[in-house]
């Protein structure tokens, strides 16, 4: 079954109750279920609640949520309690027990708390259990489906859940989901979990799960999806995916596996989706793309893979998504690769790749590439200045850390619905072409840790998508992260490409000239960054109108005059350094100014947190500069005191001061001496 066949269950599983939800506003509430549901909704508190009030409708079929059915033998009786999204705070109550003939409960996306009431799992009719999104705690270990033995749906997602897996799922014979995915369990997977042949679904990912993965995971015949990503499995990996005819979706993200990948996986023509990045896999790398024709994403990235990028990648033609970063890989890029002609996402950052403009003569074939990250590559290589490359459909593109030399080349402003560019940490030179400012889509640009000079283009104060565009860069999979390495040992990931803020850095270079006063019409900026380079003249005031501005880095260069006062408006900054410049006068009175430290203006001759103007003669007396080199101060002068205190008394004992007569004269001796 897959993924549509899946989500076709759920349809019909929610269709099959429309007739009893149709019927609910004819029929009179059971008294057992009436009271049931009055002790649950004691429980609670929100809107709900209120509207249950049995005052107003004695008849609890009537209630929102509530879903009866009056086939049953014993009458009408409730059957499904749908209260997804509801704001519902306080605790499950052991009432709901007494529903005997409950076969939905749904309470996901709610704040309910506290621990989950073993009876539960006493009702013989229960299908369906949805709490995830919740922040209930203690064990799941509670005599799970002794009774319930119908149970088909188990949905705990991201709770506060401990201990271990329950060990008595394998009383859970009708299980075709579940999802303990985001909560805190430990240990290893029991024996019971592998009996559950009718699994379609299962999701244990983001636990602190160990051990070795079983053998017994073959046995899931009808396993569709598996996913066990940021846990802490190690070893090898069981060559048991044979069995596993259905699996389209495997991912196992942030493990500690090592070894080759099976053959039996990389043989698989079911996969869809395989996602092993942040592991200790090794060796080539042996996919089998002749039998993986199905293979849309495939995510191999920081793993111990070495030798030649694999030409055998290019035979998946499906792929849209592939990440190999962070590997021992080297050498070309594989021409065959023209032949991707579905890939939208690539990443190779941070291997051994040569030959740049190889690489991108050859990738410029995949028409529909969207998302290319190829970082820490390159090294020292020149950067392209072709033409005639061309990626109409590129929408991001870094080339960070590479040592490129040369400069911005021409054919990037093709490059025409591009939204994120980093090609910071290389030795590109030259001026900033201003066709750089008629990118209409362009939300982040980082150019910073080069060699750039001249004045900063104008045309960047005319980026459309920082003044009232939309920012809508497409979201990859989960999969997908992008790494930008840094000096100095330090390393960021773009982990969520859609959580990216908006970001203008050109620091580091040897910019001149002044800052634009239509930056201020970046409204949607949160991150302008100038630092260390040589600009010079005042901070215009019109940088205030930056009203979603939380990051504003102007130190090191030689800015003079004051800061705007009406810098005091913008509410959202939160990082503000003004440090080693020539500016002067009184810092802004604004509560978010109080919470910078001196740090963010040290280096300014004339600067002051009170009293003082750039015209003032106190402006030197009260400056960052010589607040840090002052010398006479009330500590000075109670020092000197102390002092001359103490060297005058030493002097009176040791008769240096009115000392006899013939001891004077023996020192005037030995002084002419």
Same mark, same amino acid.
């Given at each position: 079954m897959g993924f549509r066949g899946f989500c076709l269950f759920?349809?019909?599983?929610?269709?099959?109750?429309?007739?009893?939800?149709?019927?609910?506003?004819?029929?009179?509430?059971?008294?057992?279920?009436?009271?049931?549901?009055?002790?649950?909704?004691?429980?609670?508190?929100?809107?709900?609640?209120?509207?249950?009030?049995?005052?107003?409708?004695?008849?609890?079929?009537?209630?929102?949520?509530?879903?009866?059915?009056?086939?049953?033998?014993?009458?009408? =009786?409730?059957?499904?309690?749908?209260?997804?999204?509801?704001?519902?705070?306080?605790?499950?109550?052991?009432?709901?027990?007494?529903?005997?003939?409950?076969?939905?409960?749904?309470?996901?996306?709610?704040?309910?708390?506290?621990?989950?009431?073993?009876?539960?799992?006493?009702?013989?009719?229960?299908?369906?259990?949805?709490?995830?999104?919740?922040?209930l705690i203690g064990s799941i270990n509670i005599g799970m489906c002794r009774t319930s033995k119908g149970i088909r749906v188990l949905k705990f997602s991201n709770n506060h859940f401990s201990g271990e897996v329950p060990k008595d799922l394998a009383n859970c014979t009708s299980l075709h989901h579940l999802s303990f995915d985001k909560n805190n369990l430990s240990g290893s997977l029991p024996e019971s979990l592998f009996q559950q042949q009718n699994l379609s679904e299962l999701n244990l990912q983001d636990n602190s799960l160990s051990g070795l993965l079983n053998n017994g995971i073959g046995n899931l015949f009808n396993l569709v999806k598996l996913d066990i990503s940021y846990n802490m499995f190690y070893g090898d990996l069981p060559d048991v995916f044979g069995s596993l005819t259905r699996l389209e979706h495997f991912s196992a993200n942030s493990n500690l596996f090592t070894g080759r990948l099976p053959t039996s996986l990389v043989n698989s023509p079911?996969?869809?989706?395989?996602?092993?990045?942040?592991?200790?896999? =090794?060796?080539?790398?042996?996919?089998?793309?002749?039998?993986?024709?199905?293979?849309?994403?495939?995510?191999?990235?920081?793993?111990?893979?070495?030798?030649p990028i694999p030409g055998s990648l290019s035979l998946c033609q499906r792929?849209?998504?592939?990440?190999?970063?962070?590997?021992?890989?080297?050498?070309?890029?594989?021409?065959?690769?023209?032949?991707?002609?579905?890939?939208?996402?690539?990443?190779?950052?941070?291997?051994?790749?040569?030959?740049?403009?190889?690489?991108?003569?050859?990738?410029?074939?995949?028409?529909?590439?969207?998302?290319?990250?190829?970082?820490?590559?390159?090294?020292?290589?020149?950067?392209?200045?072709?033409?005639?490359?061309?990626?109409?459909?590129?929408?991001?593109?870094?080339?960070?850390?590479?040592?490129?030399?040369?400069?911005?080349?021409?054919?990037?402003?093709?490059?025409?619905?591009?939204?994120?560019?980093?090609?910071?940490?290389?030795?590109?030179?030259?001026?900033?072409?201003?066709?750089?400012?008629?990118?209409?889509?362009?939300?982040?640009?980082?150019?910073?840790?080069?060699?750039?000079?001249?004045?900063?283009?104008?045309?960047?104060?005319?980026?459309?998508?920082?003044?009232?565009?939309?920012?809508?860069?497409?979201?990859?999979?989960?999969?997908?992260?992008?790494?930008?390495? =840094?000096?100095?040992?330090?390393?960021?990931?773009?982990?969520?490409?859609?959580?990216?803020?908006?970001?203008?850095?050109?620091?580091?270079?040897?910019?001149?000239?002044?800052?634009?006063?239509?930056?201020?019409?970046?409204?949607?900026?949160?991150?302008?960054?100038?630092?260390?380079?040589?600009?010079?003249?005042?901070?215009?005031?019109?940088?205030s109108r930056m009203s979603s501005l939380e990051v504003l880095d102007l130190s090191h260069n030689k800015l003079s005059g004051e800061i705007p006062h009406s810098f005091a408006n913008l509410s959202f900054l939160s990082a503000f350094n003004i440090s080693y410049n020539q500016m002067c006068g009184e810092i802004p009175q604004a509560v978010q100014f109080d919470t910078f430290p001196d740090t963010s203006f040290v280096g300014n001759i004339g600067l002051c947190r009170a009293e003082c103007t750039c015209d003032s003669e106190q402006t030197l007396t009260h400056s960052f500069r010589e607040k840090n080199m002052k010398i006479f101060g009330l500590p000075f002068g109670i020092g000197a005191a102390a002092s001359f205190v103490l060297t005058v008394t030493c002097c009176f004992m040791s008769g240096w001061v009115l000392s006899k007569p013939n001891k004077r004269k023996n020192a005037v001796t030995r002084i002419g001496h």
């Open positions: 759920f349809v019909v599983l929610a269709l099959s109750f429309e007739p009893w939800l149709l019927k609910s506003g004819s029929l009179t509430c059971n008294s057992n279920d009436l009271r049931a549901l009055t002790g649950f909704y004691n429980c609670v508190d929100s809107e709900i609640a209120g509207k249950w009030n049995k005052t107003a409708s004695p008849d609890c079929c009537s209630w929102s949520g509530v879903i009866c059915d009056s086939s049953d033998v014993s009458g009408t =009786r409730v059957v499904g309690l749908e209260l997804a999204n509801q704001r519902l705070t306080g605790k499950i109550c052991e009432s709901l027990a007494e529903l005997h003939h409950l076969r939905v409960l749904n309470l996901s996306s709610n704040y309910l708390s506290g621990a989950l009431p073993a009876e539960l799992f006493q009702l013989q009719k229960l299908e369906v259990i949805d709490i995830s999104n919740n922040h079911s996969l869809q989706m395989l996602n092993f990045n942040n592991n200790s896999l =090794r060796g080539p790398m042996n996919l089998n793309c002749s039998a993986m024709k199905n293979l849309v994403s495939l995510g191999l990235g920081s793993n111990l893979f070495h030798g792929l849209n998504h592939l990440n190999l970063a962070r590997n021992n890989l080297s050498g070309e890029l594989p021409n065959s690769y023209k032949n991707l002609k579905a890939l939208t996402h690539f990443s190779l950052s941070n291997n051994k790749l040569s030959n740049i403009f190889s690489a991108l003569c050859i990738l410029q074939h995949c028409r529909n590439l969207s998302m290319l990250v190829l970082s820490m590559n390159f090294l020292d290589e020149e950067m392209p200045a072709d033409v005639n490359l061309q990626f109409k459909n590129l929408k991001g593109l870094s080339l960070a850390n590479c040592k490129l030399r040369g400069s911005i080349p021409r054919w990037l402003s093709g490059c025409s619905m591009l939204e994120l560019l980093d090609l910071s940490w290389n030795h590109l030179g030259g001026t900033i072409p201003s066709w750089i400012g008629e990118f209409d889509s362009l939300f982040y640009l980082d150019l910073s840790n080069n060699s750039f000079k001249g004045e900063i283009p104008k045309s960047l104060t005319l980026l459309q998508s920082l003044i009232s565009g939309n920012i809508s860069l497409e979201e990859p999979v989960s999969s997908f992260p992008l790494y930008k390495g =840094r000096q100095g040992g330090r390393r960021l990931m773009y982990k969520q490409i859609s959580a990216l803020q908006p970001t203008l850095d050109l620091s580091y270079n040897m910019l001149q000239g002044s800052i634009w006063p239509g930056f201020g019409n970046l409204r949607r900026l949160h991150v302008f960054t100038l630092k260390d380079n040589n600009l010079s003249g005042p901070i215009p005031d019109n940088l």
